[in-house]
């Protein structure tokens, strides 16, 4: 398992660990979503055992991939 | 075929793990003087059955990298003579991440840090249970309600004090609680609450503590662990290695926590949090982690050593290691803002080590 790789936003989307758009990805294999890819807002997340929820406050809930 | 099956060396491509900040050189010293070191060891924890001193941890913990599987396999012989061979199993719930006033300069949910935890007030108690639910469907026997706070004020003294029956009644795990500082009323709350073990880590030795905390002393701390045990809970009272500390401060820890006496130590190594004062640091080698989970073993030879944050990122494929090192208990799943393996792996690394977990034994 890589556990230490950076994740690539896609072309045109904001960086899901940093909300920065011209990151080229610093969201960790084992980080959550911490900003929304849409917009770059700062997502309100919870941290489940099982899994994670979170959420942009103007698009609503990302899906955990 | 030319029938000639001579294997010709493959040049390798390896390159060995560097050593970090902070871990020191150690010199080659004689095999006989190394075997006697751990035989003594051995002696006192196999035979006498006595705590190693700090000296005697100190001498351990100068040997080179050549005799860490030596140390791993008597700290693997003291967990199975002092506490047996199951593996307890454990999930966790951040239910109020983020805004903690105080200045943990490893910590992403301190409010004086700008990083990209966002503050998110106490989930609902069906939140909570639904997290106690997935927890008991991996197999755990433990479920810890942990909250971002210097201390509980009087609501989240309630809500905690509603939470644990509820998630008791609905899922049969014992609740361990997470909540800071504790005056001694509110300890003894929590104690007649029902709440089977506290949390409250003292992270690193007393002597490095200012180094990373500045907002409360190490002392308030260790306070808050007498209190836990004066009332009648189990203290569950951990570590988090990899934050500059030196060898010398990492055996004092470990004598400091032979004298609290916890029934549990769970072991973190730093993952740098992104925009915390410790963001920057390595993570530590994953052959020292190795070293430092049997070392903790050996100065703690009773205790539940569990496997807590930051072990995926250190240890990559070598912790199923760990587990032969002195681990009995781990975190399984996810940890309060960061993702873990998935409890599947870990119960099939267990199943395969032939480990036992509690209740969960028919099941592997």
New interface residues.
């Given amino acids: 398992m890589d556990t230490t790789g950076d994740v690539a936003a896609p072309d045109g989307a904001h960086c899901t660990g940093c909300g920065s758009l011209s990151c080229i990805g610093c969201t960790r294999t084992l980080d959550p979503p911490r900003f929304c890819p849409q917009c770059g807002r700062r997502l309100t997340v919870a941290v489940t055992p099982g899994g994670f929820r979170a959420r942009c406050r103007d698009h609503g809930a990302l899906a955990p991939t | 075929m030319s029938g000639d099956t001579t294997n010709s060396p493959t040049p390798t491509t390896v390159t060995l793990s560097p050593p970090r900040r902070g871990e020191p050189v150690r010199p080659d010293i004689e095999p006989s003087a190394a075997r006697a070191r751990i035989h003594a060891a051995e002696t006192a924890l196999l035979d006498d059955r006595r705590l190693l001193t700090g000296e005697e941890l100190t001498g351990l913990a100068a040997l080179p990298d050549d005799y860490v599987t030596s140390l791993a396999a008597l700290a693997h012989q003291v967990r199975l003579s002092w506490c047996g061979p199951e593996v307890e199993v454990e ?4 239910a109020k ?1 983020g805004g903690c006033p105080e200045d943990c300069h490893f910590c992403s949910q301190s409010s004086q840090f700008d990083t ?3 503050a ?1 007030p106490f ?1 609902d108690a069906d ?1 909570v249970l ?2 106690a639910e ?2 008991k ?2 197999g ?1 026997t433990e479920f810890c309600i942990v909250l971002a706070v210097r201390g509980p004020d009087e609501r989240t003294m309630q809500r905690i004090l509603e939470l644990v029956p509820m998630v008791q009644e609905r899922t049969g795990l014992n609740v361990a609680v997470s909540a800071g500082l504790l005056t001694d009323d509110q300890a003894r709350r929590f104690g007649e609450g029902g709440v089977h073990r506290y949390n409250h880590n003292l992270e690193t030795s007393r002597s490095f503590f200012p180094n990373v905390v500045t907002t409360h002393t190490w002392e308030e701390r260790q306070e808050t662990c007498e209190l836990v045990r004066a009332h009648g809970m189990e203290l569950c009272c951990g570590a988090l290695l990899g934050m500059g500390e030196t060898d010398e401060q990492r055996i004092e820890l470990l004598t400091q926590l032979q004298d609290l006496d916890p029934t549990e130590v769970p072991l973190n190594f730093l993952n740098p949090r ?1 925009g915390t004062p410790l963001g920057g640091e390595q993570p530590v080698a994953a052959w020292e982690a190795i070293r430092w989970i049997a070392l903790f073993r050996l100065g703690l030879p009773g205790v539940i050593l569990r496997y807590a944050g930051g072990r ?2 250190t240890l ?1 494929e070598l912790q199923s290691m760990g587990m032969t090192s002195g681990i009995n208990a781990l975190i ?10 998935s ?1 599947d ?1 870990d119960l099939q690394m267990l199943s395969d080590l032939r480990m036992p977990v509690g209740a969960l034994t028919g099941v592997l």
């Fill in positions: 999930g966790i719930l951040s991440t990209p935890v966002k998110t989930l939140e639904q997290a997935e927890t469907a991996s755990a992104p995926e990122v990559r399984v799943g996810n940890y309060l803002t960061t993702l873990g393996r409890a792996e």
